[in-house]
């Protein structure tokens, strides 16, 4: 996602730099290929906007990192955390990097990385300074400024994603059950059979999960603190556990992760 940004602003005139310190080279590739410029944390600061686009675990970290930067920069850049955490982990990063004198806005993206097919992500934005992102919808960037405070923004990713990834980990899970039992000629005949375009949509959406699902585990913890209150918690911690499997089933070549392909491929 963060590269994909980057490559829709620098085609529209703008210049993005990046930091690359202990990256590995799929990420230093990607980042050429958007023509994103390698600098050091410390230049991150000299920015007009900082937006921070890295796996939900990480969101917290970095803010740490460039709040030290932020803390000495002649002048402020507006630090807009974009990641899939939860209100309560957005103020947070907040609080972090207020006390710096950088204006922090609250955003969430919405949909699939720009120019990889289909609608483009809406970015939406919330908190005191959300309108100073608009300028970033002047270059290539669907941006939309929600009325309310530092959260806003990521409460509504919490819910889409939820919903979306939620129903992926359920899916995933009955499946391999299913698998499990001996069950899966019968269970693909029965949705084919009954629930033919559910069945369409996961055979899309479970082989594309597979090499993100590292990344979903932090994110089913955020929805899982989130929506603790309305008594979905566990739901998404145990979630969280099932996109946990598939990761480790992914990195040892592991019997589930054959399973789901197995299951999803196209007759």
């Not at 590292?214 to 899982?224: F, G, K, L, P």
């Amino acid at each position: 996602m963060g590269a994909a940004v980057g490559r829709r602003l620098s085609d529209n005139g703008v210049e993005v730099v990046t930091a690359l310190e202990s990256r590995g080279a799929e990420s230093q590739a990607r980042a050429a290929a958007a023509a994103m410029r390698p600098v050091s944390t410390q230049q991150l600061a000299d920015s007009d906007f900082i937006l921070s686009i890295v796996p939900p675990a990480a969101a917290l970290e970095f803010a740490q990192a460039m709040a030290a930067s932020l803390r000495s920069a002649p002048r402020k850049p507006v630090f807009v955390d974009c990641n899939a955490v939860s209100p309560d982990t957005a103020q947070r990063i907040a609080a972090l990097i207020e006390p710096t004198g950088a204006p922090f806005v609250d955003a969430g993206i919405i949909g699939p990385p720009p120019g990889t097919g289909g609608l483009d992500p809406s970015i939406y934005a919330s908190g005191p300074v959300a309108h100073e992102l608009s300028a970033l919808g002047e270059r290539g960037l669907d941006i939309r400024v929600l009325d309310g405070p530092i959260g806003a923004a990521s409460a509504l990713k919490m819910c889409y994603a939820g919903i979306q990834k939620g129903i992926t980990a359920l899916a995933t899970a009955m499946t391999l059950a299913a698998a499990r039992v001996g069950a899966s000629a019968e269970l693909k005949q029965e949705l084919a059979a009954r629930e033919p375009q559910y069945l369409d949509a996961l055979t899309r959406k479970i082989p594309n999960m597979l090499p993100k699902a590292y990344r979903w585990v932090a994110e089913m913890r955020e929805i899982s603190q989130f929506t603790q209150p309305d008594g979905a918690g566990d739901i998404y911690a145990g979630a969280a556990e099932i996109y946990q499997r598939v990761a480790r089933s992914l990195a040892r070549g592991g019997p589930e992760v054959e399973a789901l392909r197995a299951f999803f491929a196209k007759d």
